[in-house]
């Protein structure tokens, strides 16, 4: 994550940023239009990961007046999520007597929060590990199955329905992994902005698979080094893909049709099956 820790100076200058009191909500109209569209960039990247940059939304909007419910909220959840209580029960008190942002509709969150020690009730969602083993099973099951798919079946060269166990390999374990919570959601790991700051990583990762599914795992290991930081993520992922990819590769014989199809065709639809898993990933408090 991009915001790591909260630092004393980083806390201090929100903290001590204007009164509450004697602040109303933003005005009315136009004018609390960019307001709502700062708070749901800052909820989006803190969702992300990019605690500093959502941070740096709520101080500016802070600096400019808009002392509302709904970015202290925010804050707490940042804070409680870098495990700074102070600051978390902080903003949650400043919450429970800010007014609401005008223009949006109020969900009752930041009331449901008032109270400081609910802060730290929800315990981290587990990882469904029934999920990620029985996915994994089923995907090396399927790579190799490869080893017995009759020769007789053959379409330019190559035979389908070892194309189609590949692509089944490579979904399910992807998906398995993301479905289970195991490893980070494809909206909080490959949605950021990719090495050449143009577009998402996930789309980088993509074209690259096209050519060759070891120049998008190069990618994949560069924008890592980049972020500054290594999760359990890239390890997993990358690691359960050579597993399989040993796996097809033996069962395939390692021909050339494994080393660019095989691989590469892997590699895509891990990408797919990671994308679908997210959707029903057990997210933790933070990102729902």
Known sequence: MSGGSAGEGQGVGIVNGPETQGK????????SQPVWRLL?????????GEN??????????????VEAREVFVLLA????????????????RRAAQAPPAVGGEDTGKAAALARPRQIWLAPPTPVLWPTAVGGIVLALAAAVGIRWVPERFDWFGLNPFDLLLVAAAGFLGAGSL???GAIRTFDQELTEVGPLEDFPLW????????AS????ALIYAWAVWLKGELSP????YLGALLVLGGVIGWSMGGGLVFWWFGLNLLWESALVGWAIGSMGSPREWWQR
């Open 24 to 31: 109303g909500s933003v005005p009315e109209g136009e004018a």
């Open 40 to 48: 749901r960039e800052a909820r989006e990247r803190f969702r992300r």
């Open 52 to 65: 500093d940059e959502a941070k740096a939304i709520c101080a500016r909007l802070l600096d400019e007046g």
């Open 77 to 92: 959840d940042i804070y409680r999520f870098e495990g700074n209580r102070a600051l978390a029960e902080d903003m949650l």
């Open 178 to 180: 993301a479905a289970s």
């Open 203 to 210: 789309l980088y990762l993509l074209l690259a698979g096209v």
């Open 213 to 216: 599914a070891w120049l998008g």
């Open 233 to 236: 993520t890239p390890l997993a």
